[in-house]
T-cell receptor, first 115, second 112 residues
């Protein structure tokens, strides 16, 4: 079965510190990978995506993620966070399993940036 | 160039009443999804439409929930005999196949 695991439900970090939000997936087929962000009281929007090509993907607001096929991971990183990065971050995986297309979200990681 | 729209933005109803939530996807997007997000929780998949294929209803929590998509465009999510546990934000998203999902602002449902 295809699944997405976000190991950390909450991540507190001080402003200007680096952060890594972890995402692991399980799938026996090729997948596409996404990170979405939901700022407080706002809708979800795409942060970045991996479809093919370079395994290092850059997104908006200085975030990047690296697709690691051998470890089935797609961790999100930012070298220096701002207060405005406080939000909920969702990892998602899509692909075709047994003839059925699936798009699965992780449970989310709440990033809290502290002054 | 409009994004995904949902109506109403807020809905307050009494327990036992039926409600209809509407989603207008981005024109040309063949895929449409419904999710539910309870306070402080992640996204709960409800149903997925893709073109003229039979919808994937595997996420609907009970037979009180149903959805349809007319003409491959507008979708309506119907909840019959609402219960207090149905209170949540209902999100709609559309996409091209395999692509990023574009989310609407959501409908906040409160069942009293």
């Amino acid at each position: 079965a295809q699944s997405v695991t976000q190991l950390d439900s909450q991540v507190p970090v001080f402003e200007e510190a680096p952060v890594e939000l972890r995402c692991n997936y399980s799938s026996s087929v090729s997948v596409y990978l996404f990170w979405y962000v939901q700022y407080p009281n706002q809708g979800l929007q795409l942060l970045l995506k991996y479809l093919s090509g370079s395994t290092l993907v850059k997104g908006i607001n200085g975030f990047e993620a690296e697709f690691n096929k051998s470890q089935t991971s797609f961790h999100l990183r930012k070298p220096s966070v701002h207060i405005s990065d406080t939000a909920e971050y969702f990892c998602a995986v899509s692909g075709r399993i047994g003839g059925t297309y699936k798009y699965i979200f992780g449970t989310g990681t709440r990033l809290k940036v502290l002054a | 160039g409009a994004g995904v729209s949902q109506s109403p933005s807020n809905k307050v109803t009494e327990k036992g009443k039926d409600v209809e939530l509407r989603c207008d996807p981005i024109s040309g997007h063949t895929a449409l999804y419904w999710y539910r997000q309870s306070l402080g929780q992640g996204l709960e998949f409800l149903i997925y439409f893709q073109g003229n294929s039979a919808p994937d209803k595997s996420g609907l929590p009970s037979d009180r929930f149903s959805a349809e998509r007319t003409g491959g465009s507008v979708s309506t999510l119907t909840i019959q005999r609402t219960q207090q546990e149905d209170s949540a934000v209902y999100l709609c998203a559309s996409s091209l196949v395999y692509g990023e999902q574009f989310f609407g602002p959501g409908t906040r449902l409160t069942v009293l």
